[in-house]
């Protein structure tokens, strides 16, 4: 065989050799493993396949961050790919194994057929019997685990060099059913330690994100005398080992990260700190596109986006109510190729560091990858930072090139509007706002109590029954930042917000409206952008005609948009005013009733009572 071929062909007896060998030490201790990709196939966020030599096949796993290799088209099926590292494990309650596949290249595009080699009975132990002649030996220049730990940390804890003196598994290969493990880990957020109460009493929890070197993440949360035992061990952004732990299914309802397994740590644990050591996991996203985000709304789990930066606005000073501290917000549009805007919100150093960077290149258009969004409903659909989000401008990804490649041929002419504007009923991403928690209005009215903790969200399906004329219907606005503003000092108007004097101002909608249903009645406190579709004009406009065309011509407008059918979004909290409190129920956000959705609904809610 020459040396084209060979290098376009499978190493002869891999299969065999990776079973014999399940855990080698070190990438170092991996042989040239060259096997071919039969059976591509997506499962969840990672894609597996069949491994083979040419004789024998094994199933195999890649990690989550080769999606993109598969995606862009480089890691094909009937492939070639070198397998630089792996564990090979075994399957629960079958005879069998399967290949994780933690580092690997790509040796060839597909290939026009499988590879089927006629290897002869008789030199087939030759092959297996001695691995030697298909083994590369590590390189003599590279210190071994032991020497590295003999020299510099000879000094280190007896269970520190043991740990890593041991085979470090890596997060991929974790299952539920191993019982001896040993993971390397950087820890990239760290919870509060907090309280609890439930039915079997009080106790302590509080978790963790870890990733190890190959941008692997996993959840891992302690309870009760273990939470209070590893809170102060754990620091943001070091790298330990730890063992002796146990997995389980993730719960989708709380986790945090993309994994399908979550790690409990008890009190015997064992969790030592790798000094000295330091790795930069990479980055690993799972995109969303903006117009796919009303799912998200209201839920735990965290969102990455990726788009283009259409506006910048100035840095914002916010009170928190909280404890009263003021800290910076800043607001930015982006856009994707699903044609949709979505405002996302920066705070704190985000706000003032990378948004800085942004209001100073907004011209260019730059791409923006951000990780670990949370989805509200403010304005129907947006998305804001929370304490472990990061922001990269213009990464280098195989998205943002295709998404620079869209906005600069078509995006930059397209006409979007904003994804909370659009969140009819029946769209995808309207499903989860308008369909989801549909109740009466009694639902809410009849339980004083509700929204006492924290806000609670529902969907109504109710007419607008009355708009009181004579309230304060809208503010005086600021144009750049919506926030209201007061009579400038000689002329013009202040914004506090921007701390600038501007010359004109714009009014904003901030009423309530009465809705009924089958069950009751009412009042809703609805914003500037929900009400200008339910009134059909903008503050302005309804201002101009009170004072230009009269009383009478101004609540005829208003009758106009009464008892016609609306779905809502709401959320109910409980308010103070006047030393009591109050039920508030806030439009969040509103569409006309799609009567073939809404037929839909109505039928799939019939068939749920009568499968009952």
């Given at each position: ?377 403010f304005q129907g659909v947006s998305v804001s930072t929370v304490g472990k989000s990061t922001l990269v401008i213009n990464p280098e990804l195989p998205e943002a090139e295709k998404l620079k490649a869209w906005y600069d041929s078509e995006g930059k002419g397209t006409s979007m509007a904003s994804v909370g504007a659009s969140m009819g009923a029946s769209s995808p991403g309207g499903a989860r706002s308008m369909y989801s928690d549909r109740v009466f209005l009694s639902h809410i009215t009849s339980d004083p109590d509700l929204g006492q903790d924290k806000p609670v969200f529902f969907s109504l399906h109710a007419h607008i029954s009355h708009i009181k004329p004579d309230q304060t219907m809208w503010y005086r606005a600021c144009n750049t930042c919506n926030k209201k503003v007061t009579e400038g000092v000689g002329s013009g108007y202040w914004c ?117």
């Open positions: 065989m020459d040396a084209a071929a060979a290098a376009m062909s499978v190493t002869p007896g891999a299969v065999a050799y990776v079973m014999a060998n399940p855990s080698p030490a070190s990438a170092d201790d991996v042989p040239e493993t060259v096997v071919q990709v039969v059976d591509l196939k997506p499962i969840g966020s990672r894609f597996t396949f069949m491994a083979s030599d040419g004789k024998a096949k094994i199933k195999a796993i890649l990690s989550t961050h080769f999606a993109s290799e598969v995606h862009s088209g480089k890691l094909q099926n009937l492939g070639l790919v070198r397998v630089l590292n792996y564990a090979c494990n075994d399957i629960p309650n079958k005879q069998d194994k399967v290949l994780i596949i933690t580092k690997c290249e790509v040796v060839s595009p597909a290939l026009d057929a499988e590879i089927k080699s006629e290897v002869k009975a008789e030199d087939e132990p030759a092959v297996l019997s001695k691995p030697a002649a298909i083994v590369l030996k590590p390189r003599q220049d590279v210190k071994s685990a032991s020497q590295i730990v003999s020299e510099q940390r000879g000094n280190a804890a007896p269970a520190a060099r043991l740990a890593m003196t041991r085979r470090v598994h890596p997060l991929i290969s974790l299952n539920p059913y191993q019982g001896n493990w040993v993971i390397k880990v950087r820890v990239t957020s760290k919870g509060n330690l907090r309280s609890y109460r439930n039915a079997r009493g009080e106790g302590h929890v509080f978790n963790v994100e870890l990733t190890d070197e190959d941008g692997t993440q996993i959840q891992a949360t302690m309870f009760n005398e273990a939470a209070k035992k590893f809170y102060p061990v754990f620091e943001l952004g070091k790298v330990y080992y730890i063992s002796k732990g146990s997995l389980r299914v993730a719960n989708k309802q709380f986790k945090t990260v993309q994994n399908d397994y979550e790690m409990t740590l008890n009190e015997s644990a064992v969790v030592e700190e790798a000094e000295g050591e330091t790795f930069i996991p990479p980055v690993q996203y799972n995109f969303v596109k903006i117009d796919m985000l009303g799912p998200y709304v209201g839920g735990r789990e965290l969102v990455d986006i990726i788009g283009v930066v259409q506006s910048v606005s100035p840095t914002l000073s916010i009170r928190r109510k909280i404890d009263n501290e003021t800290i910076p917000k800043r607001d930015i549009i982006v856009a994707d190729d699903s044609n949709k805007t979505v405002t996302v919100t920066l705070w704190n150093d985000l706000a003032t560091t990378v948004g800085e960077e942004l209001l100073a290149m907004v011209d260019s258009a730059p791409i923006i990858a951000v990780k670990s969004l949370k989805v509200s409903d506090e917000g921007c701390q600038k004097n501007y010359e004109e101002c714009s009014l904003r909608y901030i009423m309530v409206i009465k809705v009924s249903d089958p069950t009751g009645e009412a009042w809703l406190s609805l914003f500037n952008d929900q009400a200008e579709r339910i009134v059909g004009c903008s503050a302005d406009d309804l201002d101009r005609i009170r004072k230009e065309e009269g009383d009478e011509r101004f609540q005829l407008k208003l009758k106009e948009a009464t008892w016609v059918p609306h779905l809502f979004r709401v959320s109910v909290a409980q308010n103070e005013y006047m030393g009591e409190k109050r039920q508030r129920i806030t439009v969040r956000s509103e569409s006309p009733v799609d009567f073939a959705a809404e037929a839909r609904y109505q039928l799939e809610e019939i068939a749920k009572l009568t499968a009952c």
